[in-house]
């Protein structure tokens, strides 16, 4: 359905209306197809290119560009070399015979150097550039002493320049050579790779020096033609970058075309800045252009000559293809095209990764129902199987050499069977002891009564063992499964985390700079990671503020005003000097917060209580308030409380589900000891979105909300952490409200006060007699009337925890920000 509703797919049954559009479509895919075909696989495309950079010239006289191209073709495309060498020796004829000789015999004697040494080299790409320059440099020293039998200073530093420019572009063809063999590129161009690419294009189009059609000079079409393109595709930048490097090409080629490179720099800067014109932009930023720097430079003659040379650049550029701007768009940085690409490709690994992900919770999920799943025969099956396999056991040692066998087992075997069988149940459940009837009824049918109670007792024994044994296994069994199930969770959320794509928010960002700088506050970059109602999440670098603390003061309330929510400071790194930036995350103001006050003291006044306490900052905006009492008093109780609470803290911060993060707790706590040692568990779950809450109570007291005069009492039935490995968790839910006092506390509290009957009304009269809503006065207040109530003496580890529910005010108002549009 996504699929249609983006026009992905086409509907069934949909007929076409255009068929002859479809039909020119696909004949000009396929005619696309076959030109690509023809110049890139079969190699044509390089023998053209040879061709124009065999009759390159540098300086009127240098023509460095023969052997470069070769080598580097012969290194990357060793099956398309003989073609690249038949154009450059046909483009080098085309200057002389004997410069097309000289092109195949210093080619000869670079096949010949390179294939003797290639079995030395470890690096070929990098001793290629020194390679090619000096064979070239030592074939023009031959040269020059065949043609006029010696040497001269000039020579020299002529064949220093040529091998030097060798050198360079070897370096850049190994760079550029790719992106002319390979028919399917999905690599996006480096920054260098562009510039040789340039570069390697104005070299190509120096072969064109002379050509003229109609007095119009091919080589000063074409590169204009060039810089149109880079221009349109890339802006002023890269426009006016490919100007320069081709008008300089062209100006060693031939010093008569100085002037060439203002005109081509100056049109692809103005090209670039009208590129938001389409074609015409750009090809009227040329045209004007053509016309500045044709009237400042040159006669009236040679004007009108230019503006032919640029209306026929401009023809030619508006006759280009969009498909294939577009497609080289792809390839440079900084275009649409490319950010376009770069998101698919990250889509992708983004989609690949979350399908993954996905595959792996799935795995976690089967394995859980694999530990958990229950065998297949039931309880009642399991037992009497147990009971058979046992007494199978005892008769083997007992009846088997009994001489009343027979008679008991096969003339009566429903009588011993039931008989036995009542034995073996009263000795399981009374430590070995049966009643006096049972007894008299097994002697009047057994001959050996004393050798079968020993045997069953014994028997027992192993029994017993085995069956705590086979809990244990269960029981660890089970824990893998709350873990694999809770981990398989966590995954599955992650995946669906993974496919949210993080939208672009260019707009935005640039509507809050404006903005906020038009107040008069310098800001330096925005990020925006979400605009989500109850979410929002904004990072700025700020120029440093000497400690003025303008991003809560100012910046904080503007973005209130620009987004319609509250919106505050969650973290701050201010810059150390003067000359560095402040790092600000701006969040979502929540609609409520908690203020907590704890009081504890522990057995006899000591130092080490056996509660322990914590505030978990979750997720999602939610806090969690709990209390732990460990067994007893001491270090070992405060040990196992504290335990539980970093537990539940971690496997809660996880994602888990706190259902699971419980179980998984409580499984640990019964499994790693085999001590009884127990702890209880008093949780708040506080969301601060809309206050609801939630109560997980682990053996422990009852917890109070004093709502002004009204107490609401929180209690559930669930048994200590660590005794039983199966237990279902109650969960209380209760929506608080603004101003409400959440009193948490261990049983030395509830339970502490002396010659009291009923704790709880004792507790709802001190609550309903506290004067103040201070967390921590009334948490202090409350230990101090328990302690008072047995005469000063502590006789139990005692913590009380407070939490008062508060509306968020924000500390500063908004401030309003004209003309600008807030978000819907």
């Known amino acids: 359905m996504e699929k249609l509703e983006q026009g992905m797919v086409e509907p069934v049954g949909e007929v076409n209306l255009h068929p002859g559009k479809l039909d020119f479509q696909n004949v000009m895919r396929k005619f696309q197809l076959m030109l690509e075909s023809f110049f890139i696989r079969k190699g044509a495309l390089l023998l053209i290119v040879g061709f124009l950079l065999g009759r390159a010239l540098i300086l009127a006289k240098l023509t460095p560009f023969s052997l470069p191209f070769f080598a580097s073709v012969y290194l990357i495309k060793k099956d398309r070399a003989p073609l690249a060498l038949i154009g450059l020796i046909a483009g080098a004829a085309t200057l002389s015979l004997a410069n097309a000789a000289f092109t195949f015999m210093i080619t000869v004697c670079f096949l010949i150097v390179y294939r003797i040494s290639q079995k030395w080299l470890r690096n070929e790409m990098k001793a290629l550039p020194f390679y090619v320059a ?25 064949i220093g320049v040529q091998s030097c420019l060798a050198f360079i572009l070897t370096l850049i063809f190994l760079q550029s050579i790719p992106l002319l063999t390979l028919y399917k590129r999905r690599q996006l161009l480096k920054t260098e790779e562009i510039v040789c690419l340039i570069i390697m294009l104005a070299s190509i189009m120096t072969g064109t020096i002379g050509w003229k059609i109609y007095d119009m000079s091919i080589e000063h079409i074409m590169a204009r033609y060039l810089v149109m393109v880079f221009s349109f595709i890339a802006g002023a930048t890269v426009g006016s970058t490919v100007g320069v490097v081709t008008g300089l090409i062209f100006t060693l080629a031939s010093v008569s075309s100085f002037y060439h490179m203002s005109l081509l720099a100056f049109s692809g800067v103005l090209g670039g800045l009208l590129k938001e014109g389409r074609k015409i932009g750009v090809s009227f930023g040329l045209l004007i252009a053509t016309l500045l720097i044709g009237m400042y430079g040159e006669g009236g003659g040679s004007l009108q000559l230019m503006l032919m040379e640029t209306g026929a650049a401009i023809v030619l550029f508006l006759l280009t293809p969009q498909g294939l701007t577009s497609r080289l768009a792809k390839y440079i940085p900084g275009t649409p095209e490319y950010t376009a690409e770069q998101q698919k490709y990250m889509r992708k690994m983004r989609d690949v990764t979350a ?45 088997q050499t009994c001489f009343k066998k027979d008679q008991c087992w096969a003339k009566n075997f429903g009588t011993t069977y039931a008989a036995m069988e009542e034995v073996i149940h009263q000795m399981d459940q009374n430590d070995g002891n049966i009643s006096l009837r049972v007894s008299r009824e097994w002697e009047k049918l057994c001959s050996r009564p004393k050798k079968v109670y020993e045997t069953v007792a014994q028997e027992l024994t192993f029994f017993q063992a085995s069956q705590k044994l086979k809990k244990k296994v269960q029981e660890s069994r089970q824990l893998v499964a709350d873990q694999l199930l809770g981990v398989s969770e966590v995954m599955d959320n992650f995946a669906k985390e993974i496919q949210r794509e993080r939208e672009n928010y260019y707009k935005q960002e640039e509507q809050i700079i404006e903005a906020i700088q ?43 005003d620009i987004l319609g929510e509250t919106i505050v400071v969650k973290k701050e790194d201010c810059a150390s000097h003067s000359g560095g930036f402040c790092h600000s995350t701006f969040r979502s103001s929540k609609a409520y917060t908690v203020e907590t006050g704890f009081a504890h003291a522990a057995k006899d006044g000591g130092l080490i209580s056996g509660d322990s306490y914590s505030t978990i900052e979750l997720g ?36 888990i589900e706190e259902k699971v993060a419980i179980k998984s707790v409580n499984s640990i706590l019964s499994l790693r000891t085999t001590d009884e ?30 709502r002004g005069q009204k107490i609401i009492k929180i209690q559930a039935s669930n048994l200590p952490m660590g005794i039983l490995q199966e237990f279902e968790v109650d969960v209380v839910d209760e929506q608080l409200k603004a101003g409400d006092l959440l009193i948490m506390m261990s049983d030395g509290v509830f339970e502490g006060p002396k010659h009291v009957e009923n704790y709880d009304l004792w507790m709802k009269r001190k609550l309903h007699e506290l004067e103040t809503d201070d967390p921590q006065e009334v948490a202090d207040l409350i230990l101090e009337e328990v302690i008072r109530s047995r005469s000063d003496m502590i006789d139990d580890d005692m913590t009380v925890a407070v939490a008062k529910i508060k509306h968020n005010t924000p500390k500063w108002a908004s401030i309003p920000v004209p003309k600008l549009k807030r978000r819907a």
Request: proline share 2%; aromatic share 8%; charged share 20%.
């Open 134 to 158: 000096s064979i070239l440099g030592l074939g023009k020293v031959a040269e020059s002493f065949i043609l006029s039998h010696q040497l001269t200073i000039y020579d020299g530093m002529m």
């Open 620 to 655: 999602l905006g939610k806090v969690a308030l709990a209390i732990s009492d460990g067994m007893g008093n001491g270090e070992r109780a405060h040990y196992e409380s504290k335990e539980t609470l970093q537990l539940l803290q971690k496997i809660l911060q996880s994602g």
């Open 518 to 560: 038009g107040f008069g506050i310098h800001i330096e970059q925005v990020e925006i990671y979400s605009l989500e109602p109850g979410n929002i999440d904004i990072e700025m670098a700020i120029p440093f503020c000497h400690g003025h603390g303008e991003c809560e003061k100012l910046i904080a309330p503007m973005l209130t």
């Open 355 to 399: 399908q993954r992900v996905s595959q792996f919770s799935n795995v976690f999920d089967a394995l859980s129902k694999s530990f958990s799943q229950m065998d297949q025969i039931s309880k009642e099956e399991e037992s009497e199987r147990e009971l058979d396999y046992f007494m199978s056991t005892v008769t083997a040692r007992t009846c």
């Open 677 to 706: 040692i127990f702890s209880t568990l008093d949780l708040a779950m506080i969301d601060l979105k809309d206050a609801a809450a939630k109560f997980l109570k682990i053996g422990s007291t009852p917890s109070f909300i004093k």
